[in-house]
């Protein structure tokens, strides 16, 4: 019986396995996870330590004298800045970042679906400009967004698209996730796209002859197909809106603003109260580590959906 030989790709893919499970390779995982981890350990500490001893030494010398308080957590969650509470911007921080990583999945994945199953003229070069878009940085949106939300679009004297009505809570919402949206489109789309693509054309054939449109593709067999992509993206998403500051401090104000925004004057005029704030930022990274550990199962299948063929 003649072997059939190893091609030059399955031998790189063995000799790449066999370097990142090696003890050397195990040993730097956990050396990068402690040094990630240290720092949250600290801020943990920190927040749960008297205000005398957060200001007067490091958080390490707990150890040496241990003692817990809860009051900065009260403190923090008491604090009113531009008439909310952090309790009511942690409300509006899931009010923003929710329908804000929805509604960029879903007109994504519409979006991938077409390109990658639908053949229509243009379909590649339209790929090649919607990913394309990703070297667009969010600060040069910014300026013509305002404008449009504020005054909408104006043509030869007509108004072509109204704006926002000034000062309204539903245009501040309105206006962050129009925002995250159309900044997150074009890389939420190639991800997508690449998934979708690698989807056997047996399936999908197969589902045609049976009948099936593209919607019930698209539905039933397409979207649970790459689930682990969606959830992983969602998890990228999520982070990215909810650590936002940039888009919150331009397009919230008053009540709508979130608790990145808030986070920024827990520390006072003068800094005199700068230790509330490992209390407000712990409390503000718990909601992002729930997500991601209810999430984290599909995270590496969804990284990697697309890199591969067969």
Do not use: C
């Not at 943990?44 to 040496?64: D, K, L, M």
């Not at 199953?117 to 013509?144: E, K, N, T």
């Not at 245009?171 to 693509?197: C, D, E, K, R, Y």
């Not at 509330?276 to 999430?295: D, E």
């Amino acid at each position: 019986m003649t072997l059939m030989p190893v091609s030059r790709s399955t031998r790189r893919v063995h000799h790449t396995h066999r370097t990142l499970s090696s003890p050397w390779a195990t040993v730097g995982a956990l050396v990068i996870a402690v040094v990630w981890t240290v720092p949250t350990l600290g801020l943990f500490i920190s927040s749960i330590r008297p205000a005398s001893q957060i200001t007067t030494s490091g958080w390490w010398t707990f150890f040496a004298h241990p003692q817990t308080t809860m009051d900065n957590y009260s403190a923090t969650m008491d604090f009113v800045s531009s008439g909310i509470t952090v309790t009511q911007a942690l409300v509006n921080s899931l009010t923003i970042t929710i329908p804000a990583t929805v509604l960029p999945i879903t007109l994504a994945l519409m979006v991938a679906y077409a390109l990658a199953w639908i053949d229509f003229r243009g379909r590649h070069v339209l790929f090649v400009a919607i990913f394309s878009l990703q070297i667009v940085p969010l600060q040069m949106l910014l300026v013509p967004l305002l404008k449009l939300y504020s005054g909408g679009v104006v043509i030869a004297g007509t108004q072509i698209i109204p704006g926002f009505p000034a000062n309204s809570l539903g245009s501040g919402f309105a206006q962050v996730w129009i925002t995250h949206a159309m900044s997150a489109l074009p890389l939420a789309t190639f991800m997508f796209h690449n998934a979708l693509a690698t989807i056997p054309v047996d399936i999908m054939e197969a589902a045609q002859i049976d009948g099936a449109g593209h919607g019930q593709i698209f539905r039933r067999l397409a979207m649970p197909l790459v689930l682990p992509t969606i959830a992983s993206y969602a998890i990228f998403q999520f982070l990215w809106v909810w650590n936002d500051l940039l888009v919150a401090t331009i397009f919230t104000s008053g009540r709508n603003a979130p608790v990145t925004k808030i986070l920024a004057d827990l520390s006072g005029v003068y800094g005199q109260q700068w230790y509330l704030l490992t209390a407000g930022t712990f409390v503000a990274i718990v909601v992002p580590l729930i997500v991601f550990f209810a999430l984290q199962r599909f995270f590496v299948r969804g990284l990697l959906a697309g890199s591969t063929k067969g």
